[in-house]
């Protein structure tokens, strides 16, 4: 500004006076900005921020001499504030601004406004806001209470939050309360700690101008060990929406997806409004993702639910959808949320967690680091017998296979772990593994035919030669099919085949029609039983709806062994989850298929 003045040749230090005035249009608002001189820029610069926490920048036009309207119009029902500046040409500044609500107001615990009514405080350098907060210790059957004093300068609607730090053995029972030194006002109620390092919500209620209010909380320890409450901040604030739709995930990435199988996400819905939001419906783009969820759904104001979306394709490669939330958020009726997923050849993954697939013997213990899941586990070299775990699985699909193994990252396992590949209890393959090279990846161990409903496992065993590390490690193991369905199917096609095979319906979900697939083999272990003599199978396809009620019946005669695709159309059925089943002689199977409009 200085260089500015002494280029113009110019002493003015005297900043240009803004005046506003409001037109109004129904809901919308426009404004008026006049200066009494010439401004530097075109127009004044205007922003606007709602109580959606979004801010605007408003052009404006020249209207006459020193005086502009804004183009864009405000609703001054969710509007919190206007600013406005100006520079003259001398670079001296004005602003101006208009609080149609309060700014958020916060009370830290260093504040005049924060006291301690009950318990014993100690400060702590742990803070969620500003330095410190300060700590209460909790006695069994006692309590702790701290008081924030409230003034507000405007009255209207107000919503409370608080913010706390992590802390050892929180309290879980906490009360909140409200008052104006003659009525009081219950707000939350916890039973759970409180989320350390967010803002959480205790309630809203009218303030008033002029008058008095204390806000109490109350951390109860009804155990029978010492508890700990942290107190730290307090926010006050007039930005209240009515109802904001706010997803936990902005975009949901499914990752590897098994060929025929269906991925499931669990998606946190928040309201971040004060009134009841309604999740009417939720749809996709390319069909892939859906949900299981019973819509509609009401949320209440400021909390959540969850729902369950999931993700189904059968043809490989990488797959991208949008799912679209649609609610009666005022702002974002349709919410979109990107979706991802890659679908590979059928895979099957067995891990340390899953009890009925994994099984050990010998000494092992628990380790928190993992490659896959939550955990892993391991053993010591060199016990009498030695260790070993084992992973078993039965397959869904006879085929080709690529078997995987992975650990953790580590560098004190042993380098001579022996998988031993069995199929039907009978040692086919064998391979000696450095369980420290390229841990954490997934690493190839067998290529191998595998049958289906025949249990393969693969074992992993201390070989007692280990030039490494004192540790056995066990996580995960992967088969993976490397020629997929698809092309079991058309391998199948040019054979009879020797096996029942019921496919999964294609596509799925669908609307309104599917095609389901099946194959008959050339014999069965009741050669008598469902089969007309020289006729084949007696094959039956009944369609049933959520409840087990018969629907229709899409097949039912004999069939001499092959490959088959009967077509089911729903065009007269609501939205939902069908099963099909296939019953042939002392075979029967039933799948799942979901229809969506």
């Known amino acids: 500004i200085e260089a500015m003045q002494r280029w113009l040749g110019t002493s003015?230090?005297?900043?240009?006076?803004?005046?506003?005035?409001?037109?109004m249009i129904g809901d919308e608002t426009y404004f008026n900005i006049q200066t009494d001189e010439n401004i530097f820029q075109d127009y004044p610069f205007v922003a606007a921020k709602d109580v959606y926490d979004r801010y605007v920048i408003l052009p404006a036009q020249l209207s006459s001499t020193n005086t502009w309207r804004t183009v864009l119009p405000v609703d001054k029902n969710i509007t919190a504030k206007i600013g406005f500046a100006a520079t003259d040409e001398a670079g001296n500044l004005s602003t101006k601004f208009i609080n149609y609500l309060p700014d958020d107001k916060f009370i830290d615990n260093t504040d005049p406004g924060y006291q301690e009514i009950r318990g014993n405080w100690t400060t702590s350098s742990n803070s969620a806001w500003y330095v410190d907060s300060r700590i209460a210790g909790i006695q069994p059957n006692d309590s702790a209470i701290a008081r924030w004093s409230i003034a507000v300068d405007q009255s209207t609607n107000y919503s409370l939050f608080?913010?706390?730090?992590?802390?050892?053995?929180?309290?879980?029972?906490?009360?909140?309360?409200?008052?104006?030194?003659?009525?009081?006002?219950?707000?939350?109620?916890?039973?759970v700690p409180l989320i350390p390092g967010e803002w959480i919500y205790i309630g809203t209620a009218p303030l008033i101008a002029g008058n008095n209010y204390t806000l109490n909380i109350t951390a109860i320890n009804n155990g029978a060990a010492i508890v700990n409450f942290a107190s730290d901040v307090l926010n006050i604030s007039a930005l209240i929406r009515e109802r904001e739709l706010k997803p936990s995930d902005e975009i949901i990435d499914f990752g590897p997806i098994s060929q025929q199988d269906t991925a499931s996400f669990t998606l946190t819905i928040e309201n971040h409004g004060i009134n009841d939001l309604i999740l009417s419906d939720i749809q996709s783009y390319a069909n892939y993702v859906f949900t299981t969820s019973e819509l509609p759904l009401t949320i209440s104001g400021m909390s959540s639910t969850e729902i369950t979306i999931k993700f189904f394709e059968q043809e490989l490669g990488p797959k991208v959808d949008t799912l679209y939330l649609i609610s009666n958020d005022p702002l974002n009726p349709v919410y979109n949320i990107p979706c991802f997923a890659n679908i590979e050849t059928p895979f099957y993954i067995v891990d340390n967690e899953d009890t009925?697939?994994?099984?050990?013997?010998?000494?092992?213990?628990?380790?928190?680091?993992?490659?896959?899941?939550?955990?892993?586990?391991?053993?010591?070299?060199?016990?009498?017998?030695?260790?070993?775990a084992e992973f078993s699985i039965k397959l869904q699909h006879s085929g080709n296979?690529?078997?995987?193994?992975?650990?953790?990252?580590?560098?004190?396992?042993?380098?001579?772990?022996?998988?031993?590949?069995?199929?039907?209890?009978?040692?086919?393959d064998s391979i000696m593994i450095d369980q420290n090279l390229n841990s954490s990846n997934w690493i190839d161990l067998f290529?191998?035919?595998?049958?289906?409903?025949?249990?393969?496992?693969?074992?992993?065993?201390?070989?007692?030669?280990?030039?490494?590390?004192?540790?056995?490690?066990?996580?995960a193991v992967k088969f993976q099919m490397l020629d997929g369905i698809s092309s079991?199917?058309?391998?199948?096609?040019?054979?009879?085949p020797n096996?029942?095979?019921l496919m999964q319906n294609y596509p799925n979900p669908f609307n309104p029609a599917t095609k389901i697939k099946f194959s008959i083999p050339t014999s069965s272990q009741t050669p008598l039983l469902g089969k007309e003599r020289g006729r084949g199978e007696v094959v039956k396809i009944i369609i049933y709806d959520i409840l087990g009620r018969e629907i229709t019946t899409l097949l039912n005669k004999p069939m001499p062994a092959g490959i088959y695709e009967v077509e089911f159309n729903a065009a007269n059925l609501p939205s939902g989850i069908y099963f099909y089943r296939l019953n042939a002689g002392d075979f029967s199977e039933t799948k799942k298929m979901i229809l969506l409009r």
């Open 12 to 23: 003015d230090s005297t900043s240009p006076q803004i005046s506003i005035t409001e037109e």
């Open 162 to 191: 608080i913010q706390v730090p992590d802390v050892e053995n929180p309290a879980s029972k906490i009360k909140t309360k409200l008052t104006d030194g003659n009525n009081s006002i219950n707000l939350k109620e916890f039973s």
């Open 356 to 388: 009925s697939n994994y099984s050990e013997s010998g000494t092992w213990s628990t380790s928190v680091t993992q490659a896959f899941g939550n955990s892993s586990r391991y053993s010591y070299i060199g016990q009498n017998p030695r260790a070993y």
């Open 401 to 428: 296979y690529n078997i995987q193994m992975i650990v953790p990252k580590t560098v004190n396992s042993t380098d001579q772990a022996w998988y031993i590949l069995n199929i039907g209890g009978v040692p086919t």
């Open 447 to 475: 290529t191998h035919y595998l049958p289906s409903n025949t249990t393969v496992s693969v074992k992993v065993l201390d070989s007692g030669s280990s030039n490494a590390g004192p540790v056995l490690r066990a996580d």
């Open 488 to 496: 079991m199917e058309n391998n199948l096609s040019g054979n009879i």
């Open 499 to 501: 096996e029942f095979i």
